[in-house]
Structures are given as C-alpha cells and as structure tokens.
C-alpha cells in the first residue's frame, strides 16, 4: 500500500492518577449577570480547605482566574466577559470539583 515500515505503539495508560476523584458544585446565583459575584455551595472539611486552589477557565480553556482560598463561603468576584466558564477546584486532599458559570 505504499508504506514503507510499520510502526507499533504499545500506550499504558494510569487512570488513577489521569483521572482523579471529581465531583460537580452548586454555584449560585447561575447565571450572573456581567461584573456580579458567584458562591459555591460545599462545606469543605478541614483537611479539603488546606492548599485549596479556585480555578476559571473560559470556553477556550485559558485559565482567567487563580486563587487559593483561605476564607469561606468560597466566591468569586465580578466576571468581567459575558461567557460561559468552567470551574476547577482542587482541594488538599487532592479531590477535584468542578461545575459551570453562565454570564450573561
């Protein structure tokens, strides 16, 4: 068929470390309006809120917020961009929570 050799890939693939625990979150209000403020409802254990890290991704998968949070409820401030945004909490004890943000 034209081919002059054959190439083999043998791929192992890790779920355990690829594919951590994940859970979704409840943010409110949703959707919000440009330049208001969202909260997540979750009561974080004591061990989950140590080294917790807030992340907002938009539709392209550019990360357009960082914090790690130290004080609770857990809210984010003022989108600045109607969009949709995901969210990514990971927390200390390496679980990973995740939901959705509509800005209108």
Known sequence: TGCDSVVTLNLSVITDLLN???RNLNIYPNPVKRGESVQIDYDFSNIERQGLIVE????????VYMERAN?????I????????????ITTGNDLQFYGRIVVE
């Open 71 to 75: 004080v609770y409820p857990l809210t």
């Open 56 to 63: 907002v991704f938009n539709t392209l998968g550019q990360r």
């Open 77 to 88: 401030k003022q989108f600045p961009m109607s969009g949709i945004y995901m969210v990514r």
């Open 20 to 22: 951590p625990v994940t």
